[in-house]
């Protein structure tokens, strides 16, 4: 154990010091995209976060409040765990998304994941201050969104038991990994970073298999929760259904 | 409280995974391996100040122990601030409306 962990900080170390791009980071840093871009997304996601405010102060109830406490700590922790994915030096982590739809519905998801984009960029300089509008859009609007959509979708569609649940909910975690990186590439093509033949397969590619990853995490949070606390599971179901 | 016990239990579960920050791969991320692969790290501008960058806390030689520390101090600077956040927002909301959120709260 302990020489593991000195092998992974010299390859950090090694990386850190081969050249400018010093900071690990896994938001989009400052930089990269255009004024436009910039400007676009931090008004949509400014909208966003304060309607999602709004509805979540009409809805929440005393049991959600420890919830979305522990649920935006377990976010952050675990996406610092990067893992190896299987093609050439790229790492991949949890993006939390799903999980936190599923579990409290998507406004309270845009404002967890947006404090921990917060966290993340002011305390760890990861992700750029100018870019924070447009890594709260792609992963709380886009990767929020998608991942709501497809669950409520997927709800109405098929028999109502935990393994369409269980299959919906892996689902919605892939989408929202690999909508949330189509974003971020779209973002880069309308900056004119570089053209969306190169981008696009780059990113999906890394990202669809980031999904699996977000997907196996995501079920597994939820299956240890309906073993140790269905009642939370049930009271969120019950109130998401409220809201419609 | 049985309940709150859980929640702790929960909570300590986050400070656990953060301690494994140290394992994590190095490995540049999806957005970070377009970046590099495409000579795009130039464009990147340096944040203004730096706190706790690269997920290291500043000023400890062992990396393993700044990476833990940083994890830590993350997790907890998180938890607290969506405590807190929530807290407020249902605190003004149960103000407002005591009718409204025992409707939500009964289910």
Same mark, same amino acid.
């Given at each position: ?15 850190? +010091?081969? *050249?400018k791009y010093?900071i690990?980071r896994m938001h989009i840093p400052d930089g990269l995209l255009n004024a436009g871009t910039l400007v676009g997304t931090a008004?949509? +996601? ?48 949890? %993006? ?8 409290? *519905? ?15 960029c002011?305390?760890?300089q990861d992700g750029g201050i100018l870019a924070l509008g447009a890594n709260?859009f792609n992963?709380?609007?886009? *990767? #929020? ?8 979708? #997927? !709800? ?12 919906? +909910? ?11 990186s189509?974003a971020c590439s779209l973002e880069i093509v309308i900056s004119d970073v570089i053209p969306?033949?190169v981008v696009?397969?780059a990113m ?6 980031? *999904? ?9 949070? !939820?299956? !240890? ?9 049930? %009271?969120?179901? +019950? ?6 | ?9 929960? $909570?300590? &579960? ?5 301690? $494994?920050?140290?394992? /994590?791969?190095?490995?540049p991320d999806g957005l970070e391996r377009v970046v590099e692969d495409h000579n795009l790290t130039e464009r990147i501008i340096e944040p203004? &100040?730096?706190? =706790? @960058?690269?997920?290291? &806390? ?14 830590? =101090?993350?997790?907890?600077?998180? $938890? @607290?601030?969506? $405590? ?5 927002? @249902? ?10 959120? /025992? ?5």
């Amino acid at each position: 154990m302990h020489i593991k962990i000195l092998i992974c900080s010299c390859n950090r170390i090694a990386i850190a +010091s081969n *050249g400018k791009y010093e900071i690990t980071r896994m938001h989009i840093p400052d930089g990269l995209l255009n004024a436009g871009t910039l400007v676009g997304t931090a008004v949509i +996601s400014t909208g966003g976060v304060a309607g999602a405010v709004r509805v979540v102060g009409k809805k929440l109830g005393e049991k959600q409040i420890p919830m979305m406490g522990v649920l935006a700590a377990f976010i952050f922790a675990a996406q610092m765990l990067n893992v190896p994915i299987v093609f050439g030096g790229t790492s991949g982590h949890f %993006l939390g998304a799903a999980l936190c739809v599923v579990l409290l *519905g998507p406004w309270a998801t845009l404002i967890i994941l947006t404090l921990v984009l917060i966290v993340q960029c002011f305390i760890f300089q990861d992700g750029g201050i100018l870019a924070l509008g447009a890594n709260i859009f792609n992963m709380g609007i886009v *990767g #929020g969104g998608a991942a709501y959509l497809i669950y409520q979708l #997927g !709800l109405k569609l098929f028999e109502n038991n935990v393994r369409t649940k269980t299959i919906l +909910s892996f689902a919605a975690a892939w989408c929202s990994v690999v909508l949330a990186s189509v974003a971020c590439s779209l973002e880069i093509v309308i900056s004119d970073v570089i053209p969306l033949r190169v981008v696009l397969p780059a990113m999906f590619g890394t990202h669809a298999i980031i *999904g699996l990853l977000e997907g196996a995490i995501t079920v597994a949070a !939820l299956t !240890l929760l309906r073993k140790t606390r269905a009642d939370l599971l049930d %009271l969120q179901e +019950s109130w998401q259904t409220d809201e419609e | 409280m049985k309940n709150k016990k859980w929640w702790l239990v929960a $909570f300590a &579960f986050c400070l656990l995974l953060a301690t $494994f920050a140290p394992l /994590a791969s190095a490995a540049p991320d999806g957005l970070e391996r377009v970046v590099e692969d495409h000579n795009l790290t130039e464009r990147i501008i340096e944040p203004p &100040f730096v706190l =706790i @960058a690269d997920y290291l &806390f500043p000023g400890i030689q062992n990396e393993a122990v700044a990476g833990v520390l940083a994890g830590w =101090i993350g997790t907890i600077l998180v $938890f @607290a601030l969506a $405590f807190t956040l929530v807290w407020l927002i @249902a605190r003004k909301n149960n103000t407002k409306t005591p009718s409204d959120t /025992a409707r939500i709260n009964n289910g």
